[in-house]
């Protein structure tokens, strides 16, 4: 109840590791200095075992001293609020950074989601193509004009907009070369790098016990 703690599962198969979306919020933390655990809900039963923290049976989900939050983008407002490395103080700065913000959510990623999912079921040229074309370029022309979405520096925007674009399949799509560098570019970031290792860690971490387990 005390600390700072990001909820994400006890295991997941391979396929999403160094994907899933704990990884933003623990990536907040890195670059933001907080210190904060790393806690579990089970993967199997997801569907009903801990609706009361997240209603669509999902990870991940944040709680701080008395606060409660799901949904990533959230969460990463929440941190952001804590340090003004992920977001200005001043007005001017902060409006840009929760426009951007939401713009990787509600612009970018409600096109990207659903066209990998369709191209994962084997739908590659599916009917969001064209939208998601539109998308990207418009992105790639305000990347190759500007470093950072937001305040001319790195902000909360940069980590959840690279987070949502560097899926490879999102990344391969098409040639947009600021795009890619910046992509590059935010996830070089130490605080990305260990963020990263400290998931596939945790979940490599699941599968020697599960072994364990099973061996036993
Ligand atoms: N909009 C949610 C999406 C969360 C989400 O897609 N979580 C995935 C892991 S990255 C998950 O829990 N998948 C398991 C499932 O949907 O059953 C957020 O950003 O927090």
Not at 70 to 90: I, N, T, V
Not at 99 to 110: V, Y
């Amino acid at each position: 109840m005390g600390e700072l703690t990001i909820w994400t599962y006890d295991w997941v198969p391979e396929g999403p590791r160094g994907f899933v979306r704990d990884l933003r919020l623990r990536w907040a933390c890195e670059e933001a200095g907080l210190s904060y655990a790393v806690r579990t809900v089970p993967f199997d039963g997801r569907a009903t075992n801990h609706l009361a923290d997240q209603p669509f049976g999902q990870i991940p989900f944040l709680k701080d001293h008395g606060v409660a939050i799901f949904e990533s983008g959230a969460g990463l407002l929440h941190l952001a609020r804590k340090s003004d490395k992920l977001m200005p103080r001043d007005p001017v700065g902060e409006a840009a950074t929760l426009q951007w913000t939401i713009a990787a959510l509600n612009s970018i990623e409600m096109v990207t989601v659903p066209w990998w999912f369709l191209k994962l079921c084997g739908d590659a040229n599916n009917g969001l193509t064209g939208w998601m074309s539109q998308r990207l370029d418009h992105l790639e022309r305000v990347l190759s004009e500007q470093e950072w979405l937001a305040a001319k520096r790195f902000t909360v925007a940069d980590l959840l907009m690279a987070d949502v674009l560097r899926v490879s399949d999102i990344r391969s799509f098409g040639n947009r070369p600021a795009t890619e560098a910046y992509v590059a570019r935010v996830t070089s970031r130490p605080a990305f790098k260990q963020a990263q290792a400290a998931q596939i860690g945790h979940f490599a971490a699941a599968d020697r016990k599960r072994e364990e387990e099973g061996s036993s």
